[in-house]
């Protein structure tokens, strides 16, 4: 009998609590929510969304959802850390989408403050990004966000790092 096409690949190994410090897992926890309340909102654009979320400790690395899964399927185990020179900390079953890594590498790197990285596609955000003068806070929703939006002109699928001071600006 011949053996499956994939049995040259390595098993899936659920990780739990367990195998995180207990830190980790809160964190791992709380990003698979949002990831799941993006999902019910329909914030999503199939894989092509990322939240990212800093690990708490000394070390500058962050979580991020596997590449090629939708914001349905990201859970607290299946979320990638990776350091800042996108590097895979640990197991991970998945590897991790570049366009998604650059930006937000970019903003961990030199935002202390920004713990929780989000960027979606949603069809309302993209028609705003369209607008040649952006968000105009002509309504009480709009206005709660006057003076604090930047912009940054669309360069094509974010690849590469010298992106980055652009971003930042």
């Known amino acids: 009998m011949n053996a499956p096409a994939t049995a040259h690949l ?3 190994v659920e ?6 410090a207990a830190e980790e897992w809160k964190a791992r926890v ?24 800093r690990v708490p400790g000394p070390d500058v690395h962050f979580l991020i959802n596997p590449f090629g899964l ?13 350091d800042l ?14 366009a998604g890594f650059v930006p937000h590498a970019t903003i961990h790197a030199n935002i202390p403050q920004a713990h929780c990285v989000m960027h979606t596609h ?8 369209g607008l040649e003068d952006g968000l105009s806070p002509s309504n009480f929703y709009s206005a709660q966000l006057h003076g ?7 360069e094509g699928i974010t690849l590469q790092a010298d ?3 652009r971003l930042l600006r």
């Open 10 to 12: 390595p098993a899936k």
């Open 15 to 20: 990780a739990g609590p367990a195998t995180f």
């Open 30 to 53: 709380e990003l698979a929510a949002a990831y799941r309340i993006f999902h019910y909102l329909d914030w999503t654009e199939l894989v092509y969304n990322h939240i990212s979320l």
């Open 70 to 82: 939708h914001y349905s399927e990201v859970t607290a185990s299946n979320l990638v850390k990776i």
């Open 85 to 98: 020179a996108g590097t895979i900390i640990g197991r991970a079953d998945w590897p991790i989408n570049p």
């Open 122 to 129: 949603t069809t309302a955000g993209c028609a705003v990004a």
């Open 148 to 154: 604090l939006l930047a912009y940054h002109e669309f």
């Open 163 to 165: 992106e980055g001071p």
